[in-house]
């Protein structure tokens, strides 16, 4: 991206090499080529194994060349660093701690307080998520997190506005010179992936739950003072704060409920006092803007949309849930077992299409086939409540396939819509007994 950039900015390029001085080395990496790239449109110059060397490469006209143009640039180039290496010995000086006190000075949003503020309901959500994923034992390390994860917006690096491109890397230098544990430095500098499309996930539980804390606290805050994305506007970019939430979720194959996790914002946002819309409104609003992210995640995976939407559209609470059924499916639908389920599903759903009453009488039946798929039926329910219970997807299916040929034969021997209304009321609600299995995980009828 830099190498076109500058190459459009001049005429005739010609390249460059210049020299700074290689005491600007001991600074982290970051912070020097970021300062070349980003500031001065610099190509750092690295050794045949890759490390960061004293040179540099710049693009200028070809008709400016001179060693005046040279040195000019690599006195530009020295100063800036001189300022980055001042901000950050300075800021190695101050304390964590209190930077987090700091951060009472900066605004998050209006409506919704402080950083600091912030800070503090991602506490809460942070506890919640420890709690639910089973992770007590690092309890201190995620929370220690979740408390610095902000502190390096005050720094000298990041609030002269100069480097704001290194907030998270900068916070994870400080809190590994400060003494912090790996695993807290890290997670400060992995909170705020991904930053952008296809960028890197949070890899330790730290960065993780600090990260999803960070996301649902900004998306339900936003929505909850009526700050909603509308068509091209979307100042906090939430939808990247939703897809980051989804991703990070799918990458670490976590077992939580979004409901959960949105109920738990909401409550630390009112117990601030700063919750202005409706509470159920504002729950509803935004599990449904996340299951639009889940439902593009899924699209990009390459997976089918009338699956995605069978799945999704009957429950899109628990993403990992989700994928593995929408995985199951689509691995299914090659077999001629399930297109002859579905053919079943279809024709059960074109009879019972609207009923809800599940109340059967067996002295109603007037076949032997009736009692025959009622008691076959009874026996995968109980096979299909175990397979749903522990996630066997696969095993769900298998179940429901055993129930295909002797619905088929129903069909083949049984007229539904009986002169009889109780007969017919019964046999409707046979079949929708028997649409409820095959809606436990999916809308199979939705599939094409």
């Known amino acids: 991206y830099l190498l076109e950039e500058v190459i459009n900015l001049v005429e005739y390029p010609y390249a460059i090499k210049g020299e700074y001085n290689k005491d600007y080395l001991l600074l982290p990496e970051d912070i020097t080529t970021i300062t070349m790239e980003t500031h001065q449109r610099y190509f750092p110059v690295r050794d045949k194994d890759g490390k960061l060397t004293n040179k540099f490469i710049l693009i200028r006209n070809a008709p400016e060349y001179s060693e005046t143009v040279k040195k000019g640039n690599e006195k530009v180039l020295s100063a800036r660093l001189a300022d980055a290496r001042f901000f950050y010995y300075e800021d190695l000086k101050t304390p964590l701690d209190n930077n987090v006190e700091k951060l009472k000075t900066v605004v998050f949003q209006?409506?919704?307080?402080?950083?600091?503020?912030?800070?503090?309901?991602?506490?809460?959500?942070?506890?919640?998520?420890?709690?639910?994923?089973?992770?007590?034992?690092?309890?201190?390390?995620?929370?220690?997190?979740?408390?610095?994860?902000?502190?390096?917006?005050?720094?000298?690096?990041?609030?002269?506005?100069?480097?704001?491109?290194?907030q998270g890397f900068m916070g994870g230098n400080y809190a590994l010179k400060a003494g912090e544990e790996i695993g807290v430095a890290l997670g400060i500098k992995e909170h705020y992936y991904p930053r952008f499309q296809g960028d890197l996930l949070p890899s330790g539980i730290e960065g993780i739950i600090a990260g999803i804390s960070d996301r649902i606290d900004t998306l339900v805050g936003c929505f909850g003072v009526g700050v909603i994305p509308t068509g091209s506007k979307d100042p906090f970019a939430l939808r990247r704060t939703a897809l980051g939430i989804v991703n990070i979720i799918i990458k670490a194959n976590l077992d939580i409920s979004l409901k959960?996790?949105?109920?738990?914002?909401?409550?630390?946002?009112?117990a601030d006092k700063v919750l202005k819309a409706d509470r159920a409104k504002v729950e509803t609003d935004?599990?449904?803007?996340?299951?639009?992210?889940?439902?593009?995640?899924?699209?990009?995976?390459?997976?089918?949309?009338?699956?995605?939407?069978?799945?999704?559209?009957k429950d899109a609470d628990n993403i990992t849930n989700a994928l593995?059924?929408?995985?199951?499916?689509?691995?299914?639908?090659?077999?001629?077992?399930?297109?002859?389920?579905?053919?079943?599903?279809?024709?059960?759903?074109?009879?019972?299409?609207?009923?809800?009453?599940?109340?059967?009488?067996?002295?109603?039946?007037?076949?032997?086939?009736e009692k025959t798929l009622y008691a076959e039926s009874k026996k995968v329910e109980s096979e299909v409540e175990q397979a749903t219970k522990e996630k066997e997807y696969a095993d769900y299916f298998e179940k429901l396939f055993t129930l295909v040929p002797t619905i088929d034969k129903y069909f083949e021997t049984v007229i539904v819509m009986d002169e009889d209304k109780n007969v017919?009321?019964?046999?409707?609600?046979?079949?929708?007994?028997?649409?409820?299995?095959?809606?436990?995980?999916?809308?199979?009828?939705?599939?094409?």
Do not use: H, P
């Open 424 to 448: 017919r009321d019964n046999r409707i609600a046979q079949l929708t007994y028997i649409m409820k299995l095959f809606e436990k995980i999916a809308y199979l009828n939705k599939l094409d």
């Open 324 to 369: 593995e059924i929408v995985r199951v499916i689509t691995e299914k639908l090659s077999k001629d077992k399930m297109q002859a389920l579905l053919q079943a599903v279809k024709r059960v759903f074109n009879i019972m299409k609207g009923s809800k009453d599940v109340t059967i009488k067996e002295k109603l039946f007037k076949t032997d086939i």
């Open 286 to 313: 935004v599990l449904d803007f996340l299951k639009q992210r889940i439902i593009n995640v899924f699209t990009d995976m390459k997976y089918r949309k009338d699956v995605i939407l069978a799945v999704l559209d």
């Open 110 to 166: 209006k409506d919704l307080g402080t950083i600091y503020d912030k800070v503090k309901r991602c506490e809460k959500i942070a506890e919640f998520l420890v709690e639910k994923l089973k992770y007590n034992y690092m309890k201190e390390d995620i929370l220690r997190t979740v408390k610095l994860a902000k502190a390096d917006l005050v720094s000298n690096m990041i609030n002269e506005k100069e480097f704001t491109k290194l």
């Open 260 to 270: 959960d996790l949105v109920k738990v914002s909401l409550d630390a946002l009112e």
